[in-house]
């Protein structure tokens, strides 16, 4: 039990890892096909035991026919022992009744001969009638010139026929193959015999006063039977033997070559059957030995054939109609599947009402909706964001502020609150998108503020094509590049250089941050550079360089992989370049995401 | 994929169809020697042979053989097991293709009964342009005038004056060596011939002196006295008289009673089967055989030297006074039935069978292979056919019996050829010098239809046993009334009518044949 279960298991497993129209016709052929097959091995069995028993019907009753076929030309036998024993003038002669030579002679002529003549015209199965007379006559007695009549001294048959006929009955029959057996004219067209004898009695039947004697050609006989013998043996029985009949594709005879056999082979293969019928009035008796057209596992095989090919058809046809279902259950998967390196994605497939169309509508409605809660959830990071970035600035300011307020610097205070309040207003307005002019703007406002705060100088220079002036961006992207420069490259008591260009190559605008502070080494900027481009990580969001992982992701966020931060190694400090792609960056973030 | 679901489709469909699915020309050919004897298969004709005692019960032999190969055409043969078959088959409409017969030829020259001639070799085109005294002879049996067979072996007496061989007529065989072991006793005289039988029966007790063949019976003794074996004999008026009226018939009655009453003929030839007559002879248990100068005493002898190298059968030198007068308008004659399966080769075969190189081929055999030709005609036959007649085995090797178009004349110095030249010259050329064929008597036979027919037919059914019983009687009164029976009886049955009536049609049929014979010379 345990292999069997092992073994049902591993199937089990193997098939579940098919694919679907493999399985499908895997659970077609093991629970429809093989059953219908089984059924239809089970159902033929049935059909070839019923064309068994068919078959066998009808060689019986064929035999039956071929018996009475036979046993009707030995009626003409019969009909002959009547016709001459109702021969008063056979009887007169045989009993010695006429008066003179010539009268026997003129009476054998005219009444005996011409009906043993019509008697052999009439019947072709007839060959030879010969009568022994007990009472041999006186005139007529050369066994050569009255040929038809002998004297029972003549006879040549084996003496326990006279026997039989004296005390057995009336008639006896005798199976002549043998030419040697028999007499007749002619030799040469020698056929076996089948010889009847028949008592005569006189005409008062009070004594027997003869033997006729009647050969009936065998093979007449035989070519007339209407049994078919093909593949299969017919045999006569005569006596304890068995005569084997040929058949030469038509007609059935008797060779002289075969021999008899005491009984009858029976051949070995299961569908051999023996047969008999009796021939009536006789001691023959038909034997029919053979085997069923086809065998059991013959006929039922042929049955399996035909109904396998009858499944055959409906089997194509099933395969095709699930090959086309699962064909699109399959793309889908491959779709999904492709969708878990890429990002979940629509599946755009002509419109379907059917199941899987339904499926795949529910899935789409489903990557929507998703995609939607991740537009929220990327909304609320952004302004998240954003709130990070206002909590150290306003207090530092602030702070300041109240600070010149305290010297009764009230004008840089008021300065400063100016733009505090320009740099504030901008940052407070959280808008999705800005313009690079803008954004310039608000580094400007932040530098100033910062030199407010720190009362430092820093240079800030700008080189940006005038057509890059509109250039639509992300929200408050650059200043905090520029903060993260002021905090990182300052070096004490020197003028800080922060220069901003912009370039573009291709679809990539490029604004480049350049401080010549303290810069960093190459080993730290290819660190940098390869952590800006890992997932976002907690560790870059709560730790240091908030801002710029904050930059990174949002522009990663809005232009995919494209876009992004890369920190550049400069002989007199280090450029933080923002690479933005030139297209609508809503419409270029949905692009991206796509992908 | 499409494709491919169609390919599958097809090939189901293929295979399932396949599993569903496991549930001779009448012309005849022309005559070449270089042909291949398979080449075609032969068209099969049944022909029903009305001669009970025909020897060819088949088609097989080096000569049928040869026929098929020259014309197509085999033969499924039946041979009649007596005369009263072929009425039975024409009543029953039972035919075969072809009957050969030479009786009941009015019977069977009949539209009921056969196709005409004429007809088919009209509409099949058949070159053969048959002779006025072939076409004669057959239309004496046709009562509509028209012609359905034509009638093999005819000759007139003329035919024979340079032949070597003997026409037919009946002959008696004896055994010479029995003649020779009685010191050659002269038979010159029917009572020699008489008295020769008591030498014999003193000598050989166990011998039968006399048997007599069932066809020819005693021709040769009506022969012997004069009469001949024509029906009817002309008298001195003119008239003709029925053979069996004549005064020497009467004596030839007496001469054959008194055989009988010797004790040298036996009552059991009387009832004998036709083909059985000949074996008391053939087996050494008779001393004479009363046959025709046809019953070729070759195979006679080769069946005594089977029993006896000493035994020698020969044929008795015509007696004193012998005149062989014959009525012959031909033999028997080939029917093309109504019946038949196949009228264009049968009338195309019968055509060729009446063709010199087809009547030499069915009864010398092939020439060149079996015979040639030698000098006076007579054919020089091949050492192995001469050894097959001495074995006789020569009927059933080369089977000379399908002569349907034969001729007499060729079958004669055929059979003349076999011969010992010594032995029978002289005999033949006897017989030559006293044979008279009178065709004009059977030609003047009344026909189907004609009174005199019936009368003629119950007059020749009956006659043998009338003569049977004149014969077999024991004394000479009841040999007299049995004779005044047997001539009341003809009486009683018209013979006189007949008689007037033969001597009215022959006066009109025998200057046809005279100024046939007339024109022949």
Same mark, same amino acid.
């Given at each position: ?99 003179? +030579? ?112 009647? *050969? ?32 030469? &594709?038509? *007609? ?8 008899? *056999? ?16 009796? +021939? ?6 038909? =034997? ?86 991740? *537009? ?71 530098? @100033? ?51 901003? $260009?912009? $370039? ?46 904050? +930059? ?10 494209? &876009? ?32 | ?44 004709? $049944? ?17 049928? %053989? ?20 072929? &009425? ?53 049996? $046709? ?94 008026? &003119? ?71 000493? =035994?020698?059968?020969? %044929? ?46 069915? @009864? ?77 008597? +059977? ?53 006189? @009518? ?24």
């Amino acid at each position: 039990m345990k292999p069997l279960k092992l073994f049902f298991q591993r199937i089990k497993k193997q098939s579940g890892s098919l694919q679907m129209p493999r399985r499908f016709l895997l659970y077609y052929l093991l629970l429809i096909f093989l059953p219908m097959l089984i059924f239809f091995a089970w159902y033929s069995r049935g059909l070839v035991r019923e064309r068994q028993n068919e078959q066998r019907y009808e060689y019986q009753l064929m035999l039956d026919h071929s018996a009475e076929f036979f046993s009707s030309f030995l009626q003409q036998s019969n009909f002959v022992y009547d016709t001459l024993q109702s021969n008063t003038a056979l009887l007169n002669m045989m009993e010695n009744n006429l008066y003179s +030579v010539s009268e026997e002679v003129v009476t054998y002529q005219t009444q005996i001969k011409p009906t043993i003549s019509s008697i052999l015209s009439a019947n072709s199965v007839i060959d030879e009638i010969f009568i022994y007379r007990h009472v041999p006559s006186q005139t007529l007695n050369n066994a050569n010139m009255i040929y038809y009549v002998q004297a029972i001294g003549d006879f040549t048959y084996p003496g326990h026929i006279l026997e039989a006929l004296e005390t057995a009955g009336s008639s006896y029959d005798y199976l002549a193959l043998d030419e040697t057996e028999v007499r007749r004219k002619d030799m040469d067209s020698f056929s076996p015999e089948l010889i009847l004898f028949y008592n005569i009695y006189g005409r008062d039947y009070s004594k027997v006063i003869g033997v006729l004697e009647v *050969q009936l050609d065998l093979n007449h006989i035989l070519r007339a039977l209407d049994f078919v013998s093909g593949k299969n043996m017919l045999y006569m029985r005569y006596g304890d033997l068995y005569y084997p009949i040929s058949f030469d &594709g038509k *007609q059935h005879f008797y060779s002289p070559d075969s021999q008899p *056999q005491p009984d009858i082979p029976v051949s070995a293969k299961s569908g051999a059957q023996i047969l008999t019928a009796k +021939v009536k009035n006789t001691d023959l008796e038909l =034997y029919a030995s053979f085997d069923l057209e086809v065998t059991n596992w013959q006929q039922i095989l042929n049955y399996i054939a035909i109904s396998f090919s009858i499944l055959l058809l409906p089997t194509i046809l099933f395969c095709v109609i699930i090959y086309r279902y699962a064909a699109r259950l399959m793309r889908f998967s491959r779709h999904i599947r492709h969708s878990g390196k890429n990002g979940l994605t629509s599946y755009e497939v002509a419109a379907r009402t059917d199941e899987i169309g339904t499926v795949i509508r529910e899935y789409n409605q489903m990557i929507d909706s998703l995609r939607h809660a991740e *537009q929220l959830k990327n909304d609320a990071n952004y302004y998240a964001l954003s709130s990070q970035i206002n909590p150290h600035f306003i207090f530092n300011t602030l702070e300041n502020v109240r600070m010149r307020i305290e010297l009764e610097k009230y004008t840089e205070a008021s300065d400063m609150l100016f733009v505090l309040s320009r740099f504030f207003r901008y940052n407070i307005s959280l808008r999705r998108e800005s313009t690079l002019l803008d954004e310039l703007t608000h580094i400007q406002n932040y530098l @100033q503020i910062y030199h407010y705060r720190q009362n430092k100088s820093i240079c800030f220079t700008v080189d940006i094509p005038e057509h890059f002036v509109n250039f639509r961006c992300p929200f408050c992207i650059l200043q905090p590049i520029v903060e993260n420069s002021m905090r990182h490259g300052k070096k004490m008591e020197e003028v800080l250089w922060i220069a901003v $260009s912009v $370039s573009e190559a291709g679809e990539l605008v490029y604004v480049d941050i350049f401080d010549d502070g303290k810069g960093m080494s190459g080993d730290d900027v290819k660190k940098l550079n390869e952590r800006l481009n890992q997932p976002p990580s907690e560790e870059i969001s709560t730790g240091g360089s908030v801002g710029l992982a904050n +930059v990174n992701e949002r522009l990663k966020y809005f232009y995919g992989e494209r &876009g992004g931060l890369t920190f550049i190694k400069e002989p007199n400090g280090l450029t933080c370049r923002a690479a933005f792609v030139c297209t609508n960056f809503e419409t270029a973030g949905k692009g991206e995401a796509k992908k | 994929m499409k494709i491919r679901v169609k390919r599958c489709l097809l090939a189901a469909l293929a295979l399932l169809f396949c599993l569903a699915a496991c549930g001779p020309g009448s012309s005849l050919p022309v005559p070449d020697r270089d042909a291949d004897p398979v080449a075609e298969e032969p068209v099969s004709l $049944s022909c029903y042979i009305n001669h009970p005692w025909y020897v060819a019960g088949s088609f097989q032999g080096v000569i049928p %053989e040869e026929i098929t190969r020259q014309t197509g055409v085999t033969l499924d043969v039946t041979v009649a097991t007596d005369n009263a078959q072929l &009425g039975v088959m024409i009543a029953t409409q039972s035919l075969p293709d072809l009957i050969y017969s030479s009786s009941m030829l009015d019977r069977l020259s009949h539209a009921d009964v056969s196709l005409c001639y004429d007809d088919l070799l009209r509409e099949y085109d058949v070159d053969w342009l048959i002779g006025s005294d072939l076409r004669s002879n057959a239309l004496t049996f $046709s009562s509509d005038g028209r012609l359905y067979t034509v009638l093999n072996h005819y000759s007139g007496t003329a035919d024979w004056q340079d032949v070597p061989g003997s026409p037919m007529t009946g002959s008696l065989l004896i055994r010479q060596d029995i003649l020779d072991a009685l010191g050659n006793p002269t038979i010159r005289t029917l009572e020699d011939l008489k008295a020769v039988y008591g030498m014999v029966r003193q000598a050989y007790p166990d011998l039968i002196p006399l048997v007599y063949d069932g066809e020819h019976r005693f021709n040769v003794f009506l022969n012997w006295f004069g009469l001949g074996t024509a029906e009817f004999v002309e008298q001195e008026d &003119g008239g003709y008289r029925m053979l069996y009226r004549d005064s020497r018939y009467y004596e030839m009655l007496k001469y054959l009673n008194g055989l009988y009453r010797e004790g040298y003929l036996q009552a059991d030839n009387f009832v004998s089967e036709e083909s059985m007559t000949v074996v008391p002879y053939r087996t050494g248990n008779a001393f004479s055989y009363s046959g025709c100068t046809q019953n070729s005493n070759v195979s006679m002898n080769a069946y005594l030297q089977e029993l006896d190298e000493g =035994y020698h059968s020969v %044929e008795l030198f015509p007696l004193e006074g012998a005149r062989y007068i014959v009525s012959d308008i031909g033999w028997s004659g080939s029917f093309i039935t109504t019946q038949n399966s196949d009228p264009e080769t049968s009338i195309r075969f019968i055509a060729w069978m009446f063709t010199p190189e087809a009547q030499t081929l069915t @009864q010398w055999g092939r020439e060149g292979i079996d015979y040639t030709l030698g000098t006076d005609g007579v054919p020089v036959f091949s050492e192995d056919l001469l050894d097959s007649v001495a074995r006789n085995s020569f009927a059933r090797e080369y089977n000379p019996w399908f002569y349907f178009g034969g001729s007499a004349i060729v079958e004669a110095m055929g059979r003349y050829a076999v011969l010992n030249t010594e032995d029978y010259e002289q005999t033949y050329d006897a017989i030559r010098e006293n044979y008279e064929n009178y065709p004009w008597v +059977v030609a003047a036979l009344p026909t189907a239809g004609q009174p005199e027919k019936e009368i003629y037919d119950k007059i020749m059914s009956n006659y043998v046993t009338y003569e049977t019983k004149t014969i077999l009687s024991v004394a000479d009164e009841e040999f007299e009334e049995n004779y005044r029976s047997f001539m009341d009886h003809l009486e009683k049955s018209g013979v006189l @009518q007949l008689e007037e009536f033969m001597t009215k049609s022959i006066k009109e049929r025998k200057p046809q044949y005279l100024e046939s014979a007339e024109n022949t010379k």
